[in-house]
Structures are given as C-alpha cells and as structure tokens.
C-alpha cells in the first residue's frame, strides 16, 4: 500500500503550529483593525484571464492552471493532440487557476462590486495563495497572505501609514526590520536618463535580483534582455549611490534632471520620509534604488521588508499600482497595499525564539474524571468556568490518573482540577498548577478566585 503523503511545496500544521500562526495572523489583524481596514474573502479560483499578463512574464509561469471539469480534453480536437502544443491547447483545457496573489484578485472585487463599496476602501485578506515555484527552504508553492489594500485614494498618507502598519506589526512580534523604500517613477526615470526607456520592465526585473545574484549576473542579465552596455555603465553608480536617504535623493534630483518622472517620484519619496520622521518608527526605513519587485503592476512607492537579525528573504512588501483596475474596466482609480509573508514571518520568530512562552495551549483547566458521579456535578461547574471565558475540558473517560495527567502535559494544559468525593462534599475543587507544582483549595461559592488566578497566569505567561 502506498504511503500517504502531500504535494511538494506545501505543508500540514499541528496544532502547536497553528497556534503560532494564529498569534501572527491575529497580530497583524489587529493592527490592521486599528487603521480601519475591513476584512473581505475572494475565491482560492480565479478565471484565467483575470490573473494571465498582470504578473509578468515569470508570474505566468508559475499560474497553477486547474483542469475544466468533467471531459476536459473534450475541447481538443485530433489536430492539438497530434501536434502536442502544451501551450497552443492549454487554454481549451482549463480556464482556471489558482490565485497568485491577493492584490489582482482584490482589483477584480472592487470593479465587480464597485457599486457596493465606498471609496477610499480599506481592506484586508488573509488567505492562502498558490504558486508553481521550485520549494526551497522559505518558499512554499501554497502560502498565506496578510493584505491591506486602500483604493480609490492618491494621497502619499496612504503609503505613510502603510509604512506605519509595517512598523507597528514587526515591533509587537519583536522582530528588528528594515523597511526599504523605492518608487517606480524613479527607475523609470533612471530607465530613461540612461536611454533605455522602453526596457524599464527588463531593467527592473533584472535590477530586484541584486541581493540574491550579486552585481556581475545582474549585468549579464541585463545584457541578455538587450540592454545596452553603455546604457549598463551608465546604470551602475546611480545604484550604488551613497548616503542616507536625503542625500541620494538630493543627488538623484541632479542625475534625473532631465527626467519629469524621475524628479515626481523623488518628489513623492522625499514627502514619504519627511511624514514617516514625525511618527517616530521604531524600525529603520530606507531607500533602496534597487528595490523594484519585478512586479509590473507598480506605479509609484515600492515597500520590501527584511528581518535584520535573520538570513530569509523579503517577510513583507507592497507599493502603489495607479491602473490596476482600469485592465478590469474601471481606470482612475488609485490603490496602494502591503502584504506581509505570514510563513517567512513564522520561520523569522521560530529562528529567533520570539513567540511567547506557553501561550499555545487550547485549554486552561483540566478536570480529571473519577467517575460518572463527579462528572455529574463538574458539568455545571465547568459551564459558569466557560462563560467566564475559561478554556476547560474533562477528560472523557475515568481512566488511570497517570494516564490523565499525562494528556495535560502532552496538551500543555497549565492546570488540573481534582474533584472527588471529599471535594463534592465541601463544594470545592483542588486546583494544580503544572508549572509551580502548587495546589489551591478553591470554594466554589468563590469560583471568580478560581478564574482570576488562571487568567493572571496566563497574562505572566505571555
């Protein structure tokens, strides 16, 4: 019999695991709630020609295409089998794919229910999403987005308080990051002074692997995509320029003089950093002129996120993206978003040991079964317990007490009632605390010491 297993690229989560990712994912909800942005779900399916072209060339690539249902090769005639053209008949036997991202699909819901919602719409998606990329160590072929997306708005507040977001999320998850910034208009502006304007999708692709591939293969590939080398020459001190931010935008304005939409995106850069000063982040913000994300549908900020103090790549980035919607029929309508990688977000806290101790227990207390008579009297016990939001079980079977006490520490479960005959009598339950090892007499008249004392213990343990 062939073994169970699951797809490459994807994963199982225990419930320890779940716990912890429920910690992130409630993290950026929160902050996300605090910015007034309201949460909205879209199909794990989209239609293909909502997804195809709006990634570019390597997106389109890594599209998981989903069959058609039921005859799917009834739509091929003897011609495409005999030739075998993958690509010419592809789209006869599936019009479906799985979402690539969160953002594309968002663009697709506010044209579809543009009468419905009030602009500026702030919105947030958690959600899976699916690509056929190769699996590696922090890149998975199914993984978790945490969108905020804000429409129907131009102002640079936006992309400030994203910012804010940003800086709010990783200081509660205590993880130390720089914020990079670029702007689209920039490398256009850049793509154009070096004379090579109507290449700026090759340069930036090309350009937003300098971390990964080093300077030398960044100009072969450049070169391979059809760059000139006089026009690579030329690139290559304007992306290594130095200083701290107001010093390469101040010498940006002199290179890009020439260049009217180079000059709007330093100007959009400088108003970003000179908001972003009186909020008094707690996390570094840069620019970075190599910053461009390959993703064609940016038009002005570019956002990436790194975690400084481990080696992982991009846990969170964003930008702005004018005319998304208006490929859905819908132009004039500016949005700006940010999405953080909940599952590189997990590997940075699981590397640096940063979740909170003992917070992934799913019950607070434990009552041992002796027997049908004390499971009689703890049921409406355990009823007030629960309705004053305490986490409570009794084990199902009057099993041995080893075996019982066992299920706790297996299940995490910081305290254990002892309930018999004696304790019946009095009205009271004995409580253990499995950390301390202490034991406590709690009168059941008296149940809310019973539930103070576990919710500050579990307020100690966070």
């Known amino acids: 019999m062939q073994k169970p297993s699951i797809p490459k690229g994807t994963r199982d989560f225990s419930p320890e695991e779940m716990a912890k990712r429920n910690y992130i994912f409630d993290t950026i909800k929160e902050v996300y709630r605090l910015h007034g942005f309201q949460q909205i779900e879209t199909p794990a399916m989209e239609n293909l020609s909502t997804l195809l072209g709006k990634y570019g060339e390597e997106g389109d690539r890594l599209l998981f295409k989903v069959l058609n249902s039921g005859n799917f090769l009834s739509g091929l005639n003897s011609e495409d089998l005999a030739e075998g053209n993958s690509a010419k008949s592809a789209h006869k036997i599936s019009d479906k794919g799985l979402r690539y991202d969160l953002t594309v699909p968002f663009a697709r819901y506010v044209v579809m229910h543009r009468n419905e919602v009030t602009f500026p719409f702030k919105r947030y998606q958690i959600q899976p999403v699916w690509r056929a990329d190769r699996p590696q160590k922090g890149r998975y072929r199914e993984f978790f987005q945490c969108d905020a997306d804000i429409v129907g708005s131009d102002s640079l507040l936006n992309e400030v308080e994203l910012v804010q977001m940003i800086d709010e999320v990783f200081s509660r998850l205590g993880i130390r990051v720089s914020i990079k910034l670029n702007n689209r208009k920039i490398l256009s502006g850049i793509a154009e002074v070096i004379g090579e304007a109507d290449k700026i999708t090759a340069i930036t692709v090309a350009i937003d692997k300098l971390d990964k591939i080093g300077g030398e293969k960044v100009n072969e590939e450049l070169a391979g995509r059809g760059i000139a080398r006089e026009a690579i020459d030329k690139l290559q001190p304007i992306l290594y320029l130095s200083g701290n931010a107001t010093e390469k935008l101040e010498q940006l304005k002199e290179i890009l003089a020439s260049s009217e939409m180079g000059l709007q995106g330093i100007t959009e850069t400088e108003y970003i950093f000179h908001k972003a000063e009186r909020l008094s982040l707690r996390n570094e913000l840069e ?176």
């Open 287 to 462: 620019l970075d002129l190599t910053l461009a994300r390959g993703l064609n549908y940016y038009t002005g900020a570019i956002i990436e996120v790194k975690a400084l103090d481990a080696e992982i790549g991009s846990i969170a980035g964003g930008g702005r993206y004018d005319n998304l919607t208006g490929i859905f029929g819908l132009p004039d309508v500016s949005g700006v978003g940010i999405s953080f990688g909940a599952d590189r977000v997990y590997d940075v806290l699981n590397q640096l040991e940063l979740f909170p101790k003992n917070f992934d227990h799913a019950t607070d207390l434990l009552f041992v079964n002796f027997g049908e008579k004390e499971a009689d009297w703890l049921l409406p016990i355990m009823n007030r317990l629960r309705q004053e939001g305490i986490r409570c079980e009794l084990y199902p079977d009057s099993a041995k007490m080893k075996k019982q006490m066992t299920y706790a520490n297996n299940n995490r479960i910081p305290f254990v009632a002892l309930v018999g005959e004696k304790e019946i009598n009095e009205e009271a339950i004995s409580v253990r605390n499995m950390e301390k090892g202490e034991q406590k007499y709690f009168p059941t008249r008296d149940i809310e010491l019973l539930v103070k004392e576990i919710k500050e213990a579990s307020e100690c343990s966070r």
